[in-house]
């Protein structure tokens, strides 16, 4: 008997149109369905609709001068928001679906309706800083989804679990100095953008609750499932969230174009489950974790089934 997972999985997320050749496209998403509907996994989860953020949980991790900047330049028809974020007309809204799927859906697991869900949503999140857009990101899905959750009289703390091929500068600045979220990446290093040292560990009330394990380029599952194992889940186990948030890219995968962390199919499936435990000792089992990176077209959609055939199993 499968566990019960909510799904978004949507084809409006294909409308955030980034132009030719942009790596972040919308045929990820239609691979993506195409490959959960065909191999029966879209339909063992719980299929939710997509929804806006609304504006004051968008501005819990948003600067109001930014929000309305991506607003008039995407009106004024403007290509790109950085060097990387290549957006359209639509991209505020689908954005804001983003954020709003990933926050419906960590409402519905943390009252209890689902065990656990996974947004396939699109554009990502988390080089997203309160102020700027950055590499591929636009609003921050997991920090909005985080002090949403915070807002809650259940939620005193949340575990942000961030094992996309990159270092999620926009998350970890957003929460350095809180201690009621703690924030783990494992990480390509060097790779873009650049953040991520081990020697980043948080700032005032937050020192101890940034943990970053960066690895060199073709690490492969053995490092990448122990900095889970042995780095992030005695830490976690410490902190003690009532909630687990996943930033789960799948770009750290050994097919991926961008980076060569030789990540294997299974390895995803794995680390689903390390950090599946640490819910379950903590919190109650409460996650929910959403797509950022993961730029192959066969070998992402094949890391979601591995990851989300994890999700479901009992
Ligand atoms: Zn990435």
Redesign the pocket.
Known sequence: MDRSVGLVLDPVFERHDTGDGHPESPQRLTSLCSHLESCGLAGRCHLLDPVAVDPATLALAHDAAYLKHVDQACASGVVSLDADTAVCRVSPEIARMAAGSVVALSSQVADGNLDAGFAAVRP?G?HAERDRAM?FCIYNNVAVAAASLLERPDVNRVLVVDW???HGNGTQHTFESDDRVFYFSVHQSPLYPGTGAATETGTGRGVGCTLNRPLPPGSGDGPFLDALENGLAPAADMFSPDFVLISA?F?AHIADP??GMNVSTEGFGRATEIVLSIAARNGGGRLVSML???YDLQAMPQAVAAHLEALLRD
């Open positions: 990502p988390h590499g996309d091929v990159h890219g770009d961008l980076a950022e990176g993961g």
